[in-house]
């Protein structure tokens, strides 16, 4: 079966209304065959190929982060640039974990956020909706949860602090949008992929955004696309503070593109969400080549 036309076709307007959000539950006790949550996480001090990890607690706004830092492996010198990773509306999962350590295997020194604290996350549709919502309720304490995890990740000893981006995927893409839109200090880039475009001013006014940007935008994401103007609108908040923004089209594919069972997760909440091996890729070059631009390395590890 081709997964974008069957799930396009379950965008009924009732599923846009009660879902109102985005991602693929990586760690979903059923979705594939090939999840491996209950796998051990290596100690800071045991070295995978080409990174080391290690558990991290501490306060983000008025929660209890228990983030996931990946570090470069330690015969690579450092400091390293810093990259905060913002999970999709399921919250502190395997997926978002997975994504730091490929980026610790770049030379970064990568945090696995956890926005909604004390490690919770969702399982399924409804939960996913009542943390996201929760927690862009507040835009105050969703800033100071954000800033939390940045000044957490800005002092380690390994890290440069002078070069640090958030990356976000969903609306955790939203979430490092709206930091970008605020204009978070400290905060060099912002990249997100397949957000949903949501962002609102920020309090109080700044007027121009220090951190540049780069949106992997899915082009047949209903949440997004069906809804007429919804990009240009976002255009148009992010130039009222003079952003330095692109967004790359990414035809044919889908909400959650980046996610390996992405349609697994789709099927089975049925929800309109596809992952594109094409587009994944595309989108990690992409990645790539915008950090090395970014911080101007001669030799940029990986």
Request: charged share 25%; glycine share 8%.
């Amino acid at each position: 079966m081709d997964s974008v036309p069957f799930l396009k076709v379950l965008v009924t307007g009732s599923a846009i209304v009660a879902l109102a959000g985005q991602g693929a539950a990586f760690d979903d006790d059923t979705a594939s065959p090939t999840d491996n949550q209950e796998t051990p996480r290596k100690s800071v001090d045991d070295l995978g190929p080409g990174y080391r990890s290690e558990e991290v607690t501490f306060r983000a706004g008025n929660v209890a982060a228990k983030a996931y830092l990946a570090l470069p492996a330690k015969k690579t010198p450092g400091p390293y640039p810093g990259i905060l990773v913002c999970p999709e509306w399921w919250g502190h999962n395997d997926y978002i974990r997975m994504r730091a350590e490929m980026l610790a295997e770049l030379g970064y020194a990568a945090l696995a956020m956890d926005v909604y604290g004390n490690g919770q996350k969702a399982h399924d549709p409804k939960t996913a909706v009542k943390l996201d919502g929760s927690l862009k309720a507040n835009q105050r304490e969703m800033n100071a949860r954000v800033l939390g995890h940045l000044k957490f990740l800005r002092e380690r000893p390994e890290v440069d602090g002078a070069k640090i981006a958030a990356i976000g995927y969903g609306s955790g893409g939203d979430v490092c949008l709206q930091m970008a839109r605020n204009g978070m200090r400290g905060l060099g880039a912002v990249i997100a992929f397949h957000p949903l475009f949501n962002v609102v001013p920020s309090q109080p006014p700044i007027r121009k955004a220090t951190a540049k940007v780069m949106i992997c935008d899915a082009l047949e994401d209903p949440y997004v696309h069906l809804r007429k103007g919804k990009v240009e609108a976002f255009r148009d908040e992010m130039a009222r503070v003079k952003t330095d923004l692109v967004i790359i089209p990414f035809p044919n594919a889908m909400q959650s593109f980046t996610v390996p069972n992405a349609d697994i997760v789709g099927e089975k909440f049925r929800i309109p969400q596809a992952y594109s091996p094409e587009a994944d890729k595309r989108a990690w070059g992409l990645l790539r080549g915008f950090l090395k631009d970014l911080w101007s390395l001669d030799n940029p590890p990986g």
